[in-house]
Structures are given as structure tokens and as C-alpha cells.
């Protein structure tokens, strides 16, 4: 037996405008996440970068070791090209900073962190730059010596 409904389900105007937020906000997420991820410094450098959305809608970062606040704020500022789409929120620290992307918070929050300079200079780090380097010479083969045979 087939039944039928008389009326079919609508959505409401509130339930339309969270479901407009909610895109916006992930978007916004996206993006972050997609300027993070371009910037080698940032990742190389960073232990445990969490994120997680906020009790107000806002997203929340945090990463151990690694760039300043500020200065990861200011990097995602430069990063994200669309005109007007980031602004600071508020002041920005070496422990935290806050950014509006796109009309959503982000709350950057950095746990003991040593600044962009000192991660530059600190020996040992291993760097995808270094690695990639073709022009600098060493006594180890590099990989893709080792692959070609040469």
C-alpha cells in the first residue's frame, strides 16, 4: 500500500539561514586550513595543530611549539586573498590572536611558542626546502640520485 502525504515537508527560514552559516563557516575553515597547509614554515614547525568549533560558532587553532600568534595571524592575512575577508578581532599576542575570516571568529592559540626567527635557526630542523634544494652539494646522495641510479 502506498501512502501518500498531503503536504510535503518545508524547511523553515531559521532552519535555511543555519544552514547558510554552518557552509559559510566551514568554508571559512577550508580556507584557513588550505593557507596553513601552503606554508611550509607554519607546518614543519608546528606540533599537535588541533582545531576545534567553538560554544559561539567561532573555530578554535592550536598548535605547541612554532610561529607566534600574531604571527601565524598575520600570515593568514597575507594568504587569504579575498578582499575584506580577513580582518583582526582583536589584539594578537605570542599566545593567542584572534581573526575574523569571512564573518567567523578564529581564535589562534599558540602553546609555547618560540617565533618564526627561532624556528629558522634552530639546527637540526629538518627543512622541505633544504631538502629540495638541487644546487647545494653534499656527501650524501640525494633521493631521487638514489631512484635514477645516478
Known sequence: MLVRRKHALRRT???DDLTSAGARRHEAL????????????????CRDLTWWRGSDE??????RDGPFASEAAAMLAARLVVP?????????????AVLDVMGVRFELHAIDPMGTDRVRARPGFWRLAEA???????NARHPWEELLGG
Open 132 to 138: 629540495l634544494d638541487t644546487t647545494r652539494r653534499t
Open 30 to 45: 577550508g580556507r584557513v586550513m588550505a593557507a596553513l597547509a601552503t606554508e611550509a614554515d607554519f607546518i614543519e614547525s
Open 58 to 63: 567561532s573555530w578554535h587553532l592550536e598548535w
Open 13 to 15: 527560514k531559521d532552519e
Open 84 to 96: 575584506g575577508a580577513v580582518t583582526a578581532a582583536g589584539p594578537g599576542g605570542e599566545a593567542s
